[in-house]
């Protein structure tokens, strides 16, 4: 799975982008790519956890997109 951070996402319209940790391009997501509930709030810089997906024409989706909460007092990663 990839890691990376939310650079927008806009719950009305169902989709956004995210910055990928590993690579130049951003990616594409769809609200029906997330795992949580549909309206959850994604603002900037949230860091997730997704499958990289291409799709016929080239360009790189986010599937499976999961927020990571990290707990500060106990240092582990939420899912």
Do not use: C
């Amino acid at each position: 799975m990839a890691q990376g951070e939310i650079l927008w996402f806009d719950t009305t319209r169902g989709f956004g982008f995210i910055r990928p940790d590993m690579g130049p391009k951003d990616v594409f997501v769809h609200v029906s790519a997330l795992v949580t509930a549909p309206d959850t709030e994604l603002p900037p810089g949230t860091k997730v956890e997704f499958e990289l997906l291409q799709t016929g024409d080239g360009r790189l989706t986010a599937q499976r997109v999961i927020p990571l909460v990290l707990n500060r007092q106990k240092r582990t990663v939420r899912r």
